[in-house]
């Protein structure tokens, strides 16, 4: 690109979407162009709006040839999710290992209440099929067939499942997330082994940031398919969910507390209480309703602020 193209280029005002934001730079990728290191204006703090990986923006070119831009507006959002953070997203993809390590069904679980409370729809994905027996994949199947998530099982040493996932993965913007060692990044490198962002010529302030594992990231995989990695989690807490509205998040008791013989019941200690009767009879899993009971618990010991 010559200078007097450079110096075109300029002030001029181009759409794309926020693939991550570090160190006070957000890192926009604009389609046939590249990616553009940017800082957002300062009326968004006055505002309280935050960027977000996700968001599409405005921005304005500033150096055409460093890759950098200002980001001057911030296009509507379909929704936004506080942790991760993010915009626009479709689904969010849960991967967990049924083996080395062992699956938290208590971690999983908290990780569906938090997607559903936001209004996100979950894909569970099973990983490391290889190393458990059928019996044990069959028992983890029952724990999750009624919880309102697509569940896979896969094993992405030898790519049996990964197909299935693919296809519910195209077309949408999807959030992978799950503990270490689960195989996130390991069946994401093997969906999509070219995935990445044309980068263009970077500044020295995206070359600063870009390799971080800290931060949420996007990845444009084609034909509409956006995949955002986010950093690994151990421990989920439920501060934004309320004891009285728990039960409503569990899609598997749906059917049954309509017949409830108390309204409000809480299906802890109440008689005649039609969700621990479905648990009784195997209708409802008892692993996933014991974590409820827990959950239950800690929520109403959590002291107010």
């Known amino acids: 690109m010559t200078a007097s193209q450079s110096a075109t280029n300029k002030g001029e005002s181009v759409r794309g979407r926020i693939i991550k934001g570090v160190g006070g730079f957000y890192y926009v990728f604009v389609p046939d162009r590249g990616l553009y290191a940017c800082r957002a204006r300062g009326l968004f703090r006055k505002q309280k709006l935050k960027p977000l990986p996700g968001d599409q923006v405005e921005l304005l070119i500033t150096d055409e040839k460093d890759r950098e831009g200002s980001i001057s507006s911030i296009l509507e959002r379909k929704n936004s999710l506080i942790r991760p953070a993010a915009a626009n997203i479709d689904q969010a993809l849960v991967v967990f290992a049924l083996k080395s390590p062992d699956p938290n069904f208590n971690l999983l679980d908290r990780y569906l209440l938090k997607m559903r409370k936001q209004g996100i729809k979950t894909l569970i994905c099973f990983n490391k099929t290889d190393l458990v027996s059928r019996q044990e994949a069959d028992r983890v199947s029952q724990i999750y067939r009624d919880c309102g998530s697509q569940v896979f099982f896969v094993c992405v040493k030898n790519g049996e499942g990964l197909e299935q996932v693919r296809r519910a993965l195209s077309g949408k913007t999807t959030i992978i997330a799950g503990p270490s060692g689960a195989g996130k990044s390991s069946m994401t490198n093997t969906l999509y082994p070219d995935a990445g962002m ?50 409503y998040l569990y899609p598997e008791f749906d059917s049954y507390y309509p017949d409830c013989r108390f309204k409000g019941c809480s299906h802890i200690s109440e008689p005649d209480c039609a969700v621990k009767k479905a648990v009784e009879e195997g209708r409802i899993s008892r692993q996933r309703y014991d974590n409820y009971c827990l959950f239950y618990e800690e929520i109403a010991d959590r002291r107010p602020y």
């Open 198 to 247: 044309e980068t263009g010529s970077l500044s020295r302030k995206i070359q600063r940031g870009k390799n971080t594992t800290r931060h949420s990231q996007l990845f444009a995989l084609g034909g509409d398919t956006y995949l955002m990695d986010t950093p690994g989690f151990s421990t989920i807490y439920l501060n934004d969910i309320e004891k009285d509205e728990l039960a």
